[in-house]
C-alpha cells in the first residue's frame, strides 16, 4: 500500500518539504559572495552539485532571491565552502536571514582568508573552497538555479589522500535531509563498477 500525492494536494510550501524529505542526502554549498558595496555574505543552500566536468561548472539554486544570488549576479563570483561536520555550528547559523547590510562573517565571528582568483573572500576552517565566475542562472518557478565555472580549487592538505585527491573521511562533509534534519558521512563503501560482459 502507498499514500500517493500530487502538486495540487500538497500546495505551496507542504510539498516542497515532502520534496526536501525524499531527495536526501543532499551537500551543502556553504557559498561565499560579497555585495557591490564591499559586504561579505555566506548563506548555506542545500540544493548543490556538480553541473558539468569539462568546463567544471557547478550550481546551486537560491529559493528566492537572497543576498547570495543578488550579490553573484551584481559582481559575477562567488565561493563554494565545503560544509564539514565541525562547522555545523556556523553552517546553520549562516541560514539566518541577515538583512544584506550585515555580513556573516563578521556577525558570527567566522575567519576568512583571501581568495586566489576572485574577490569573495574563502571561509578560513573549511577544508575545500571553489572558487567561482558567474557562467549562467536559469529561473524556475520562484527560483534561481545558478551556475558558476570554477577557476580554482584550494585544499587544506590535511584532507588529501594517497593518490591527491580529498579524502571523503577526512572531509566529513554535512548534508541535509527533510525538516530540519542533518546528516554526517556514516559508512563509506568502495565498490568497483561492473564491466559490461556480452
Known amino acids: 500500500m502507498r499514500t500517493e500525492w500530487t502538486p495540487e494536494d500538497l500546495p505551496g510550501p507542504a510539498f516542497y518539504r515532502m520534496m526536501t524529505a525524499v531527495v536526501v542526502p543532499r551537500p551543502i554549498a556553504w557559498v ?4 557591490p558595496d564591499g559586504v561579505d ?19 546551486f539554486t537560491s529559493m528566492g532571491r537572497k543576498d547570495s544570488l543578488r550579490n553573484v549576479e551584481a559582481t559575477g563570483e562567488f565561493v ?8 555545523w555550528r556556523e553552517v546553520n547559523a549562516t541560514g539566518t536571514p541577515y538583512p544584506p547590510e550585515v555580513g556573516e562573517f563578521d556577525a558570527l565571528g567566522i575567519g576568512r582568508e583571501a581568495s586566489a582568483v576572485v574577490r569573495p573572500p574563502r571561509v578560513a576552517a573549511s577544508p575545500v573552497a571553489l572558487e567561482c565566475v558567474l557562467h549562467s542562472t536559469v529561473g524556475l518557478g520562484t527560483s534561481t538555479v545558478v551556475f558558476g565555472r570554477v577557476v580554482h580549487v584550494a585544499a587544506d592538505t590535511a584532507v588529501l589522500g594517497e593518490d591527491g585527491l580529498p579524502d571523503v573521511t ?11 534534519e542533518w546528516s554526517t558521512l556514516g559508512e563509506v563503501h568502495a565498490v568497483d563498477r561492473l564491466p559490461y560482459r556480452p
Open 32 to 35: 561565499s559572495t560579497t555585495s
Open 41 to 59: 555574505n555566506l548563506a548555506p543552500h542545500s540544493f548543490f552539485t556538480i553541473a558539468c566536468g569539462d568546463p567544471a561548472i557547478v550550481q
Open 80 to 87: 563554494v565552502n565545503l560544509a564539514s561536520e565541525p562547522l
Open 170 to 180: 577526512r572531509l566529513r562533509p554535512l548534508a541535509r535531509l527533510g525538516r530540519n
